[in-house]
C-alpha cells in the first residue's frame, strides 16, 4: 500500500523563527490522520507545505507520489483543502459557490450537476440551494466548505482546524462526514487543538514547538505517555489544593483539569493515602478521589512537560 503521505526531516524557518523543526510521519490511503496540537505549534505551516503553498526550509515532503518543491501543481489537482477560516463567498448562494468551486476544479456538464448533488446531500443544504451562504449558520457553512473542498473526488484532503468556532452539535456531525469519506478511501489530514476530536483520528501526531514529540494511536499515546498510574481528585479551591497535592509523598506531578486535579504517582494506593493525609491536615476536605485511566490530555501534559498554554481544551 503507497502512502497518501511522506515527511522526512522537514524544517521551515521564518528569519530566526524555527516554525517546523524536523518533523517526519506517513499517511496510508484511508486514514484519518490526526495532527494535534496547540495553536502556534507548526500545524497549519505543516499543511501549507504539504499543500504546496510554502517551500520548506529543508528536509523533503511528498504527497500523493509528487515532490511538494518539485511539482506543486500536480499536488494541488489531487487534493482538496479547507481552512480554519470559513473561506467561501457570502454573497454568494449555496448553488453559486459550489459551481465556482466546481470551475476552479475543472468539473463541468453532468458530472458537475452530479457532483453538487452529492455534496448537498452530505452537507445537509438539500432545498437550501439558493439560500446566501452568509445567511447560513457556522455548522452549514462548514459543511458547504467541505463540500466544495472535494467535488473534484480528490484521493486526500487536508483540513485545517475545520471546526474552529463551531458548536458541538455541528462538530460531531462534521466529524461524522469525515468519517464517511475515509471509508470511501479518501486521506484526511486534519488538524486540531480539541482533545475529544484527536479521538476520532486513526493515527496522531502530537507535534508542540514545531517538534513531533509523540506518534501513534489514540490509544497507543495515553497507555505510553504516562508512566505511573494515575489519581483524580476533586477538592476546593483547587489552586490551594494543588499545592498540597504537589509536596505529598509518591506523587511525581500534578496537574488542575477541569473541576479536578490529575496527580501522576508510582503507586496510586499509597499516593492516595498520602494525599488524603495531607489534605486533611491542611483542612481541605476532598469531594472525590480515585484512580482513572490516562486521558489524550493527560498524555499531552506529560510530553510537554505541562505546559497546557492555549490548548483550548473542551471541559
Not at 505543516?46 to 520548506?56: A, F, Q, S, V
Not at 443544504?125 to 458547504?144: A, D, I, P, V
Not at 508542540?208 to 489519581?231: C, D, F, H, I, N
Not at 495531607?278 to 483542612?283: F, L, P
Request: aromatic share 8%; hydrophobic share 40%.
Amino acid at each position: 500500500m503507497e502512502n497518501s503521505v511522506v515527511v522526512r526531516n522537514l524544517v521551515k524557518r521564518f528569519g530566526s523563527f524555527v516554525a517546523v523543526d524536523g518533523i517526519s510521519f506517513e499517511t496510508r490511503p484511508g486514514q484519518i490522520f490526526g495532527f494535534l496540537g496547540p495553536n502556534g505549534s507548526g500545524k497549519s505551516t505543516t499543511i501549507r507545505i504539504l499543500c504546496g503553498l510554502l517551500h520548506p526550509t529543508s528536509g523533503y515532503a511528498e504527497v500523493a507520489g509528487f515532490d511538494v518543491v518539485r511539482s506543486p501543481e500536480q499536488i494541488r489537482r489531487r487534493i482538496g483543502y479547507m481552512s480554519q477560516k470559513f473561506s467561501l463567498y457570502d454573497d454568494l448562494t449555496v448553488i453559486e459557490n459550489l459551481r465556482f468551486y466546481g470551475g476552479l476544479y475543472n468539473v463541468v456538464g453532468r458530472q458537475l450537476d452530479d457532483r453538487i448533488e452529492w455534496a448537498l446531500a452530505m452537507a445537509g443544504l438539500m432545498g437550501r440551494e439558493n439560500s446566501l451562504t452568509g445567511t447560513l449558520s457556522g455548522g452549514w457553512k462548514q459543511r458547504l466548505a467541505l463540500g466544495c473542498a472535494v467535488l473534484h473526488r480528490p484521493p486526500i484532503i487536508f483540513l485545517d482546524e475545520p471546526t474552529s468556532g463551531v458548536d458541538p452539535v455541528s462538530r460531531r456531525r462534521f466529524w461524522e462526514l469525515i468519517q464517511e469519506l475515509s471509508a470511501e478511501g479518501v486521506t484526511v489530514f486534519v488538524t486540531t487543538h480539541y482533545m475529544d476530536e484527536a479521538e476520532y483520528c486513526n493515527q496522531l501526531a502530537l507535534i508542540y514547538q514545531g517538534r513531533l514529540v509523540a506518534l501513534g494511536s489514540p490509544t497507543e499515546l495515553k497507555m505510553t505517555a504516562v508512566s505511573g498510574e494515575l489519581v483524580a481528585i476533586e477538592a476546593s479551591p483547587l489552586g490551594r489544593a494543588l499545592e498540597i497535592i504537589k509536596q505529598a509523598e509518591g506523587v511525581r506531578d500534578a496537574a488542575v483539569f477541569g473541576n479536578a486535579i490529575h496527580a501522576v504517582s508510582s503507586d496510586a494506593e499509597t499516593a492516595m493515602r498520602e494525599v488524603r493525609r495531607v489534605m486533611e491536615s491542611s483542612g481541605i476536605a476532598i469531594r472525590r478521589m480515585g484512580r482513572i485511566r490516562p486521558s489524550l490530555e493527560d498524555a499531552f501534559v506529560a510530553l510537554t512537560g505541562g505546559d497546557r498554554e492555549d490548548r483550548s481544551v473542551p471541559g
